[in-house]
Structure formats: structure tokens, C-alpha cells
């Protein structure tokens, strides 16, 4: 069966090209892809009828030989040891970039249009999850190394409102890399030409088409699935349902729905560089040394004992007030095992970590986890020169996400006045993104800025506003 890509001229998209895309998509991207996840995610094996683990968790896979396979000549499992120090510096990042959503501020010129503007973006915003939105976005981000946004218009709205029809008419998903595919332009790996989604989904409704069973579950009772390729373009939509064309739509945007976001640059590359890379082969390290020094607590957790010369030392095994009698001079008893102090395993191990900290730019301090050679952090620009490489990473993601969410609202004010709900130029979509400090600020220290700024006469009102305090009536009186 051939796919009905009749609309995608424009972009040469055929059979043979779409079949030639999702091939190379599966071969190269998905492997790669999925190890990024699974080192970040760690998940475990299915429960046993014992209702412990089956296997070791996933990150067992970059474990040696010596520790996946058991000991010679027995059918005993290794000790195996996974301490994920990958996804707790991922979260720590998200929670530093996003401590709360981010505002958004239009820069049309006409003062109206701002407010209408930032109105109508923070709603629709809010529909698509808010926070969470953004916070999923850097997780994606973080893990994969970029983070698409598909943006959905639905036209033919009837709600009264503008509000209300903005939020019908637009809705916001964020693409997993495992399932985008771009179509990139062949001669600027920054434009798409086309973006295609590929992925698999339980039927949930009886399909009508000739060729397919109508059937949602199958012969063994296990939901029946259907593997669905979206395809988009500048002016055309479509999706198939095992390679049966479902939908066919002419949506006339003028441009692929699609913001692409690079979790932090990488020059001549569509995709970014991902946080997890990087730490892949450290995490292996720390795992091998970690299941290693189990190994050794194993065999030497208790004390054993050599008899020489001593009848009968088996049959009385060596407890407290214990005593042997021989006429033998040469007898002995000779004591061995036991966890013995292992400075350099130790060494290494604090070595690894942290590397890991140099690599991730997130130290345990950043999570919390404070050390006493951090020293005595009393005051707010302590805190913030041992955090100092947190921080700067933040900084550096911020700046592509930043381009990242001016053109998704570039976009959804695009979509809002191709269907007549918003009318706005071009000049007028542009808006500037403001971020919270990664750092909370010390209250005190913000009472005592604004206390001094009164004394240089700036108003309370404004002063009010830079501390979160909702302005009174007698502000304005002092400001006018």
C-alpha cells in the first residue's frame, strides 16, 4: 500500500522519500534516542512472582562482563549496584531554569494590542498546561538535546468570546524526539520544509475503512494498535492510520506548525546538545565501581578463622568464651575477612562523582545536599559563587528557550489571525520573555534595596509592585 501524498509536491515528498525518512529515523535516531531516555529514566524490569525486580534496572546494560554474567561455576547473580546520579541533576537544572513559568511580555507598539496580546497568550498558555508545559519542555529538552512544539489550529470556532475562541482554536503538544521526524530545507538545516510524526497508539473506536479490521481488541484480549504518520507541511496536513489516509486538511498557515528548540547550541546542527550525553559513560564508571565495592563488602563482610594443629576446631566453631586445649606447639589459629578500609576505591569514587559534577554543571550543593568543604554559606552571593556553575548553565539553556518561546507566540498569534480570532501584523507578534531568578532572593536584602530606592524618591506603587505587594489606592495618590 502507497501513501496518498498528494499536497506535498512543493517539498518533493513521495512514498519512496516519506518510507526512506521513517527508515533512517528508525535505524539511526530511535536507538540513540531511547538509550538517552532509558539512562535518564532507569526503569525497572517487570515485577516477579516473588514480587521483586526480574532483572537489574536498565542502566545494568553499561555495566562489564564480569558484572552482568555470574561467578565461575555458579548460577549466583553478581551484586549489581545503580545509583542514577543522571536524572536528580536533570530535574535539579529543570527546577533552576523554570521556578516559575516565565513572563511574557508583547512589544506590539499600540498599547491595546499589548494587553490584548499578553491576555489572550497567557490564557492560551494556561490551556496548554502552564507551568508544566515549560517544564516538560526542558525535561524533553534536557534529555533528547531539543524539544519540539506542534502547534494545532482548529477552525470554525463559535465561542463569543476572543479569549474563549483562541483557546479552542489553538492547541499546544510537545513532540518526543523519538517520534519527530524533520523534513529539513537542503540547503538551511534551520528551516523545515515538513515535519512528520510517527508512532503507535491502542485503537480506540471501530475504523470503517475496507482493508482493516474492525476490531479494537485482539484474538488474545490485548488492545489492538495501529501505527499513525502525521504528516505536515507549510499549507497541508495529513494522517494515516496503518498507512490508510484518515484526515486531509488544507490549513493555509504559510508555514510548517512547528518550534524547534536546541536544549543549548550546537553550531550547524539541527539538534542540540543533550545533558545526559555527556554523563552516559561516568554513570557506567560510578555503577562498576559501586557494584564493585559491594563485590568486596560481600566477601569480606564477616570474620573467618584458620585452624592449624587444633582437634576438633570444626566441630567447635570459634564463638565468646570459646577454648581449645592441644599438646601441639605448632598449633594455631589465624583470623581473616572481615570490610577492611579501601582508600583508593573510596578516592575514586569521590573522583567520578565529581566529574560528574564538572560535566552536568550541577553540584550536590545545587539539590541541596550541602558538604561541609562548601564552607559556612551565610549570606545570598555565598550561596551564589558555589552555585556559580549552575547558574551559568541555566544561562546558556535559557538563551535558546527564550528564542524557543518567542516564536511559539509568534506562532500561535500567526494561527489566531490566519482564522480571524486575532487580528496582528507581523511587527506585532514579537514579545519579550522575562525570567524569574534561578536563585530566590533574600527578602531581607530586597526590603533593604527597596528602603533605599524610597529615600532616592522612587513610588511606592513601583516599590510595592518589586516586592509582589498589591498596590493601594493611597500609592497612586503618593506617586501622582
Request: overall charge negative; proline content about 6%.
Amino acid at each position: 500500500m502507497a501513501y496518498e501524498l498528494s499536497g506535498f509536491e512543493d517539498i518533493a515528498l513521495d512514498d519512496g522519500r516519506l518510507r526512506s525518512l521513517i527508515a533512517r529515523h528508525e535505524r539511526c535516531a530511535v536507538p540513540y534516542l531511547s538509550r538517552l531516555w532509558m539512562y535518564f529514566r532507569n526503569p525497572l524490569h517487570a515485577p516477579d512472582t516473588a514480587g521483586g525486580s526480574a532483572g537489574p534496572p536498565a542502566q545494568a546494560v553499561g555495566l562489564p562482563d564480569r558484572l552482568r554474567t555470574p561467578a565461575h561455576g555458579t548460577n549466583a547473580p553478581r551484586e549489581v549496584v545503580i545509583e542514577n546520579d543522571i536524572a536528580w541533576r536533570v530535574q535539579t537544572l529543570i527546577d533552576f531554569m523554570f521556578p516559575e513559568p516565565p513572563a511574557i511580555v508583547s512589544a506590539a507598539r499600540d498599547a491595546d494590542t499589548r494587553m490584548t496580546i499578553d491576555t489572550i497568550l497567557a490564557d492560551v498558555m494556561a490551556a496548554n498546561g502552564g507551568a508544566t508545559l515549560w517544564h516538560n519542555a526542558a525535561m524533553l529538552g534536557s534529555i533528547y538535546g531539543h524539544v519540539d512544539f506542534l502547534v494545532h489550529a482548529h477552525a470554525g470556532t463559535t465561542c463569543a468570546s476572543t479569549r474563549d475562541a483562541a483557546i479552542d482554536a489553538v492547541r499546544i503538544d510537545l513532540v518526543d524526539a523519538l517520534r519527530g521526524i524533520p523534513i529539513l530545507c537542503p540547503t538551511d538545516y534551520r528551516r523545515l520544509d515538513g515535519y512528520i510524526l510517527r508512532y503507535e497508539r491502542e485503537t480506540s473506536h471501530h475504523r470503517t475503512h475496507a482493508d482493516a479490521t474492525s476490531r479494537v481488541l485482539n484474538e488474545d484480549g490485548t488492545p489492538s494498535r495501529v501505527t499513525v504518520t502525521e504528516i505536515y507541511s507549510a499549507t497541508h496536513a495529513q494522517v494515516y492510520e496503518d498507512e490508510v489516509l484518515v484526515r486531509d486538511v488544507r490549513h493555509g498557515l504559510g508555514r510548517v506548525p512547528v518550534v524547534h528548540v536546541q536544549n543549548m547550541n550546537q553550531p550547524l546542527r539541527y539538534a542540540g546538545l543533550s545533558d545526559v550525553e555527556p554523563l552516559i559513560p561516568l554513570q557506567d564508571e560510578l555503577n562498576t565501581r559501586l557494584s564493585d565495592r559491594a563485590n568486596r563488602v560481600t566477601l569480606q563482610s564477616f570474620r573467618m578463622w584458620l585452624g592449624k594443629g587444633i582437634e576438633q576446631f570444626v566441630d567447635r566453631p570459634v564463638g565468646p568464651g570459646q577454648m581449645w586445649m592441644t599438646d601441639n606447639p605448632e598449633a594455631s589459629i589465624e583470623s581473616f575477612g572481615g570490610d577492611a578500609g579501601c582508600p583508593s576505591e573510596l578516592a575514586h569514587i569521590l573522583d567520578v562523582r565529581e566529574a560528574m559534577d564538572k560535566a552536568s554543571g550541577v553540584a550536590p550543593a545545587a539539590a541541596g545536599h550541602i558538604q561541609s568543604r562548601v564552607g559556612n554559606l551565610t549570606s545570598e552571593n555565598a550561596v551564589r559563587i558555589s552555585l556559580l556553575g549552575t547558574i551559568a548553565k541555566v544561562n546558556r539553556k535559557r538563551v535558546t528557550y527564550e528564542q524557543g518561546i518567542r516564536n511559539l507566540c509568534a506562532m500561535v498569534l500567526h494561527v489566531l489571525d490566519a482564522h480571524g480570532i486575532l487580528r496582528t501584523q507581523e511587527s506585532d507578534r514579537a514579545v519579550n520573555v522575562i525570567w524569574s531568578d534561578a536563585l530566590p532572593p533574600d527578602e531581607s536584602r530586597r526590603i533593604e534595596d527597596a528602603l533605599k530606592k524610597a529615600e532616592l524618591g522612587v513610588p511606592t506603587a513601583t516599590l510595592r509592585s518589586e516586592l509582589g505587594y498589591p498596590d493601594r489606592p493611597d500609592d497612586r495618590n503618593d506617586a501622582a
